[in-house]
């Protein structure tokens, strides 16, 4: 399984959805939908600031993720983006994978 991590904003009809639902009804409805493509939900927070909620998910596939994306986004009333987590161990196979990379003006 994949690890993402969805930051997302209500618009107001999105806040008032919230409101009617309260934030538990939110996170059934997200656990629900993301049960439906094989995933779940690892941690799920409300906050202040740029984003309203932040969550940990865990996705069997891109494809999977890309579709939650594209479902949530169509609805219009939050939005999300989605950034992919890697492991320690994941970043520890990068970094002993050879790259040859020139950096732009080096010769």
Do not use: C, H, W
Request: aromatic fraction near 8%; proline fraction near 3%; charge should be negative.
């Amino acid at each position: 399984m994949k690890k993402f991590l969805i930051r997302g904003t209500y618009n107001p009809n999105g806040t008032q959805g919230l409101l009617e639902e309260g934030g538990t009804g939110r996170k059934d409805a997200v656990e629900k939908m993301l049960q439906a493509v094989g995933g779940s939900v690892e941690s799920f927070y409300y906050a202040f600031g740029e984003y309203d909620i932040y969550l940990i998910v865990e996705l069997p596939d891109d494809i999977s993720a890309a579709a939650v994306g594209l479902r949530v986004n169509a609805a219009g009333l939050v939005r999300i983006n989605m950034t992919e987590l890697l492991t320690i161990e994941e970043i520890d196979a990068a970094t002993k994978k050879t790259v040859s990379y020139r950096a732009p003006g080096e010769n």
